[in-house]
Each structure stands twice: as structure tokens, then as C-alpha cells.
């Protein structure tokens, strides 16, 4: 099998070409190729494969194997793997809401359907900054899905491990639980991640952000991703915590999100209702799996 790991502010994944081959059992390959000791190494496996309504189709698996609908990081990469490879890409400009428009655009069919996706490209040639429109968050809490009474699940209150802790839920094609706190770095995050994770609350399971705001347009973001533990960044979080602070009052629409791995400009664009994301996309190395 050949393949490509690459990376979104050090959220990593392995990325197959599935124009040029096919991958049985994707989901047990996702598993041990994630292994970081005894595989790749990766935060899960993302399939690039043509499509009847896009460009191209992205389809990922976690690092146990559960299959995800979206990632925000992930696409970003996907973007630039079909563009340097060849694959896909069109000469259309793509317009940022308060930033210069992207000269290149692509389409994505994702499990949260079809994304529209804008970059520029380096001195190389080869794609490397991506902005991405993730579409209207989704806020119903049967949509996302969380198990509560309401419609709408902001600053609500969840019990984990016997603390008290204030939830906003958002569903970005997938579920995600932020929660603002004075000091991330003081969150014991291996602990109340997989709690969060696993709640009763969460039929499908959530990836859970821990958010500290730094003033109205930067956060600083930890993150618990469902199916594949701590991670560096995660791109659809990032867009959730944007939400969750316009939602709370707690910040604008228009933030800088510091993550472990780097930073994400994001906006909620009032106009169209859209989230839009703005981050690197790095290919680290490519390589042959011997099965």
C-alpha cells in the first residue's frame, strides 16, 4: 500500500490514493497504521478516492478504527494531496470573508457532504495554506446529538466525574462538547476526555474542547477527539469553539484559535452563516506498507 502522512498543525493522518488502488478493510489497516510504535504513526487513516458529486471524496477512520464524518485538518490535507498529485484542483478564486480571496478551489465530498475549499500556493508549486467553508454549524441538540431536554444545549450543565461543569454542544458534521474554563493547562485532560467521550449524554460519542478565552477574537483550545485520544489540533473543534463563544457571549466571530500544534483563523461569517477555517496543510513523508 502506497501512502502519504501528512499533517494539520500536527494533527497527523495517513493518506492512501484509492484512484490508483483499493484498500480492503480500511477500518483494521486505520488501526495499525495509527500505531505509534508499531505502525505509521497517526491520529487515524483518510481514504482519497474520486467521487460523483465532488472532485474528490475524503473518507476517514479514527485510530481505533470507527469511522468519522469530518475533519477539519483532515480536509485541509486532502486539498493538498489532490492538488499536488495532480488529482484535482480549478483555476477559481475562493472568497474569504475579511481576507484576501484563495487564487485555487476544490470540492470535497465528505461524510458531512460536499465542502468547498480555497488555497494558495508556495514558491514549490505545491498547495500549502487552505481555507476551508465548513458550512452552518449544526446547533439542534437531537441533530448533533446530545440526550438532553431543549433544543438548543448552551452553557447547560453536565456532571463528569463527579464535577460540575458548564456544556455548549455543537455538531460541525460531527459532535462536538466545549466547555470555557479560567486555565486549560490546568484541565487534567486524560482523564475527563474519555469521561466526556464516553457520557451518557452522547449516543455517537464526542470529541471534547477545553477552551480558555484569551480576549474576543483568541482562544486557546485543548482537545479530547473521539476515537483517537489527545491530539495536537482538531479543525472542526476549533470551528465548535468559535460557535460556542458567539452562542456564550465570550468572544466574536472572528478568532485565532491557539491549539497545541499551531493556530487556526476562524470565522463565523454573520452573513451566509457559515464557519469558515484558515490553516497549513504539510506533507511529511510517503512511503510503501509492506501488506
Known sequence: ???????????????????????????????????????????????VGPSEV??????????????????GNGVRCVAKFAYDRGLAGREEAFDVPGQASMPLSMRVETGRGVLTLGFSVGVDGKAERVCVNMGEPILAAAAIPVA??????????????????????????????VFFVPDVAAVDLERLGPAVERHTYFPNRVNAHFVQVDGPNAITVRTWERGSGITLACGTGACACCVAGVLTGRSGRVVRA???????????????????MTGPAVEVFEGIWPD
Not at 54 to 71: K, L, P, T, W, Y
Not at 155 to 172: F, K, N
Not at 260 to 270: H, K, Q, R, V
Open 54 to 71: 465532488a472532485d474528490v471524496r475524503m473518507q476517514m477512520f479514527n485510530a481505533d478504527g470507527s469511522e468519522s464524518e469530518m475533519c
Open 148 to 177: 438532553v431536554g431543549g433544543d438548543r444545549v448552551v452553557d447547560e450543565t453536565i456532571e463528569v466525574l463527579g464535577q460540575r461543569l458548564r456544556m455548549t454542544c455543537v455538531s460541525m458534521g460531527n459532535p462536538h462538547a
Open 258 to 276: 491557539h491549539l497545541p500544534g499551531g493556530d487556526l483563523d476562524l470565522n463565523w461569517c454573520e452573513q451566509d452563516g457559515c464557519v469558515y
Open 1 to 47: 500500500m502506497r501512502f502519504v502522512k501528512m499533517h494539520g498543525l500536527g494533527n497527523d493522518y495517513v493518506y492512501v490514493d484509492c484512484f490508483e488502488q483499493q484498500l480492503p478493510g480500511p477500518a483494521q489497516m486505520a488501526v495499525r497504521v495509527s500505531d505509534r510504535h508499531f505502525g505509521i504513526g497517526a491520529d487515524g487513516l483518510i481514504l
